[in-house]
């Protein structure tokens, strides 16, 4: 028998084991199995605060160890990428920590709790860029969508033409129960904003990206439908139910917000996220018209991207239902035959496959930071607006920075 | 051979060639044809500026005779209903007008160009309901949409809980193409307003009649993104294409409104119309959740209502198709068998059913313009807000009239 | 005022005064309003077994009168055309001697109960052509559905090129329930058989005109899965209840049939009806694949039709929903503006367009006899294959009559 | 810095390296990582023809080696399961060879070539289990989709009740251009049969098992389109193309193949099968109607089952679009909060999570080899029909083997 020889590689330290920390132990797993990576990743450690939950998420994902110390596991030496999936309130200081370390950092999103923190997060990116090579991303992972992927290529090609609308909803409904335990994400402290943060960045960002127009301001409104909800002791994933006369915890977020934006070009975009939308499991929409076309996406079959065009004989124009799955498509290649679909954690995968080439120097690793506080910014302009009767907002311009500054040299 | 022998006449002068005019003339010819009406309408006059158009319709829908004088019509003294399909900067003085003259009204929506027109209807018709028992009614066609009814009725029997999200849009394309050609329209002289008052208003009128809640602010914005159109001479419908280096016109109304809304409630609204959304012919979507439900519309399948049970089994939940077209559904029993749909003009046939039921003392017509000029107060906040930075601006309460005192008596 | 003029009338005796017989009456009443006809049609007279239900029908849709007596309606002297719309047992006697008076027939599908009568007709039909001019035609009415004409036309393009397959399914679900009631449906002495003669016939005609090929062989199944059902005494439309206890009628015709079909260009057919398909109210669906392309429709969405075209560009590619509401579509330039959809009715209002034309010397009348005898020669291959082990069994070729011979002169 | 502990290891040898191969890898590697399984399997070693393809994927997949040679793999002593998923000539050596060797066997279906290899296998496959207890399971992966095993549920939860109709279709269109290149699977001596075995064997096992039912005679009509393919030297995928002038190859099995099937209950069943339908990358549909309820499903939104539920309040049916993502869902728990769907590997996982289970006695390895012999009868008797004039042709009976009497006894 011939053995096989392992690769350059990648040693990984993942902070964080909810939900997110387990999408992204996966997508570490499997990146390198499907695409031809420059690096082959390694789970080095997984890091939590709970010590009994670590060691299983570790062991779960076949991490080489486990720490509930982050600071010790950055300290190491052997660690060459750290992975930050906490809650919101922590992101600054591990990323700036990791980054002050020489160490590449992918952290969630959204970056940070507040825009101050974010822009401190970029300045510490541009210097750990400029003195060691690092590389960081922000982990929207909903860019790795195939069809949003195709999405941007086709506004890229002209097929969209110039865009008029933009129209975005995230629907989720599992608040709609106003039993609906109390979780960390409930809590601004922790989570900085509730459903604006959670979920409606993603919106924000993905609008940003694939019409490559910038929201310039807001008119939001923001609202709490149910004010405190029982509490269930340590709550790891979404869902659950608690018993009958739990303690209730009182809820410091948005339920839901809703905006209408203006981008640079003179779109128009309206906005909306939920979690109390019922019936809507994870209903992440978005929509496009422009002069020459239109796109159409529902995150529900996220193997699809609905695509209009105009110049479609007249008598044969309609939506395309295009199946996101084929060779020609993002990201689609490395997998099966055409019309053989992915699933969500696929996205993380397709992130770690840009991150590990970013890091190779092949690509950018993108959102960077700087991008990423643009996002926090038009968070900032929503809840600005929310609270200044709805009045138009307009979006913070970005402080120069080094990495902002050489972007705009010829 | 036995004949058959004619029924109690409803006699109506309908004014209006236009798109809506030939919708409503085939309703009236075929409203009782279909449902048991306790008076047979007859087309006696259609009214037209233009003689050749005028006679044109009045012979392609069987009426009696035309004219070119909505005047001399109403003084003729045998006609009954009087049914307003003009712009609607006519609509308050042939409304008014008809109403002195005791006549039954029917008059389009939006019921007037502004909420001081509308007042004055309002006045009008409460005055002539003293006098000589008129009914009024303003055509918010969407209604009589079995979907929509169906929705209502789903709202009335608690099934949808306590609401707490309306997302409303409609979305048409006609003026996607920077040459499509400049119509009435696209005049605020004439049509007061642009999308707001023409797809928007429906939007309005829908969610607060389905969700029997009323908005009482907004945070709207507006825009035009095609700032004149050229001219092809008398336009009647919609559509159709310019001739090269034709004149254009200036647009003077909205292209496309976008708004928050808060209701009585507490629910938040979202509402979008624009007819530059390309792809979108004419999409007139609704969905509303509730803590219990949701239902989910879109009018290019106007014979399907999503709906959501929330009490569903655990593992079976999801969005049921109803094919809305059964005999336990809102008017379809008087149609044809279960799976077997209606179109677009069938809402105008069940408008003239509830009107006429309505002449005759059976139910009320509705809306009425008392309900009609709350549409028009919300498109009036709508505006306000526009052009005030998009601030929350409060939907006017009604002035006290006669009508509405009387809603308040015990 | 000025008066309207009437226009050169067409008289037409209704026989017929269920489900079919109505839909006939609005159809008759409304073509001249939206299409610009060489004659108006007149609803003279409404012919039925039972006196008091014609009255009603004959008034419900304004006729001049009615009778209970076709011949000797037959025998006025002031009828143009008769229509058919009785049970199938009676088609070729009333069709007969109508064409022997010198009237134009249409006549409902399926032509006949069995194939000799069938034949029978097409002699007279063509003798009377000869001897007359009278026109004749059954109706299909499918056929008038704008997204299927346009399928048609997509196939007559090349649009499709060499067509392989082709699925039918017409499912209904209103004899689920095994409670619901015996109707002449179910008897084969007046229906001729049951799923199969009415709406698989329907599937037959739609595939053989769509594709313009022809069905030469299938291999069929017929089953009955309800052997009796209870009597509601006289039963007009689908559905309704019977009461507890009631007697059962035994039902002699078939619940549902399947078949695999070889057309002559050797595409591969693929054949079910039923009505005990339970959640499909009226699921008449169609799906042709060709080397070029592919169309798909459902009748539950009769607005759309779905199209494929694989010469769109790779990556791009994806059935459209194509809302055959638009200028270009067959029919739908008469009605509304684009995305205001039609109904099941505006079916036999475009049969009676397109009748009125061809009594008028505009094109021909489609399907003939001739043609619907066809159909009938492939209700019959199914059975006798059905009755004969599913053995592959030829269609019969159509026996020599001056119309087909006509058809094969140069 | 706490390691983690490897856990008691299942060592695969993995058989095939093309597009199943790699699916099945895929799955080894991460069926643990996500459910709590009793062994943690390894993959030792990858076997395939060409050296370099062979190493490559053992890289690929991180198994610790790779051969050429599977009887070499099978003496090693060191494997506990042999993963075959070579073309269908090699199944039963290989298979008889790993159970003679006391090695539990993952088979790809269809299980075998002819009905005599299969009973063959069946045969070993008791000897082996009552010498050694080792677990035959053959790999119907579509069972392990969720909305399959849903509808399964469903349908032994009673919620469709007495099943009448099954209508199944799969659809790809890979072959549709009569210029897709040539490739083993077009070889009757290597495939066995072409779209038949390919992807209708999917179907039958499917529907047979949700109904828990079993077809038990069929009358069915095969064909090929496309009589010759371009060669492109080794073809390992789907697709590709072809260079100009390339030598051509016979094709020497179906692309499609359509049938009518009688199930023992008395339902009745529709199958289509064809890789010519154009615009289908991979539609695996089955519908399934009963007196109680219906259920309808699409894999290329395999997230998804509609189901119909009779029962639901009149005027408030139609089929529900469940997600089916959520805790209760047959295997979704252990991925990702509701509404993150899943995506094709994931069968391959699921499909291991069983098998490892019933390796340590948890559960039956279903299909076990008698029951997929059981889909071998069904596809000869398809076969049989289809060069028999579509005749009507019973299913096999099975012989009597000892796993089958077991069944049999009280």
């Known amino acids: 028998m011939s053995t096989t020889t392992p690769r350059n590689a990648l040693r990984v330290a993942l902070i964080g084991t909810g939900f997110m920390g387990r999408a992204h132990a996966q997508a570490w797993r499997t990146a390198h199995r499907f695409f031809d990576l420059p690096r082959e990743p390694q789970l080095a450690v997984v890091v939590g605060r709970d010590p009994e939950r670590t060691a299983a998420v570790a062991t779960e994902f076949g991490a080489e160890g486990w720490s509930t110390d982050w600071r010790a596991v950055l300290a190491r030496g052997d660690i060459d990428v750290v992975d930050i999936c906490t809650p919101g309130d922590t992101h600054a200081e591990i990323a700036t920590a990791a980054l002050e370390a020489g160490l590449h950092v992918l952290c969630e999103k959204p970056l940070a709790n507040d825009v101050a923190e974010a822009e401190a997060m970029v300045v510490a990116a541009d210097a750990a860029a400029a003195a060691s090579g690092a590389v960081s991303m922000c982990g929207f992972s909903y860019r790795r969508t195939p069809a949003l992927a195709l999405a941007r290529r086709f506004v890229q090609e002209g097929r969209i033409g110039e865009i008029r609308h933009v129209r975005a909803q995230y629907l989720q409904d599992w608040l709609s129960d106003p039993d609906a335990p109390y979780t960390w994400r409930l809590d601004r402290e922790r989570a900085g904003s509730g459903t604006l943060g959670d979920i409606g960045a993603h919106s924000i960002d993905a609008a940003q990206w694939i019409t490559g127009d910038a929201i310039i301001g807001v008119s939001a409104t923001m609202q709490t439908f149910v004010e405190t909800r029982p509490v269930l002791g340590e709550q790891v994933g979404l869902g659950g139910r608690a018993a009958e006369g739990a303690a209730r915890e009182r809820v410091t977020v948005d339920d839901a917000v809703a905006f209408t934006a203006r981008f640079a070009s003179g779109a128009m975009g309206v906005f909306e996220a939920t979690r109390l939308a019922t019936g809507h499991r994870n209903s992440n929409r978005i929509e496009i018209n422009g002069d020459r076309g239109a796109i159409a996406f529902d995150f529900t079959r996220m193997n699809e ?106």
């Open 305 to 410: 991207l609905d695509y209009y065009d105009a110049a479609d004989d007249a008598g044969a124009q309609g939506f395309r239902r295009i199946q996101v799955t084929e060779a020609e498509h993002p990201y689609t290649a490395a997998w099966w035959p055409a019309g053989h679909g992915l699933g969500y954690e696929h996205l993380f995968t397709h992130q770690v496959v840009d991150l590990v080439r970013a890091i190779a120097g092949d690509g950018a690793a993108e959102p960077g930071f700087a991008e990423a506080a643009g996002v926090q910014r038009v968070l900032a302009a929503v809840e600005r607006s929310a609270h200044d009767d709805c009045r138009f907002t307009p979006v913070e311009p970005a402080p120069t920075t080094p990495s902002r500054e050489k972007e705009h040299l010829p």
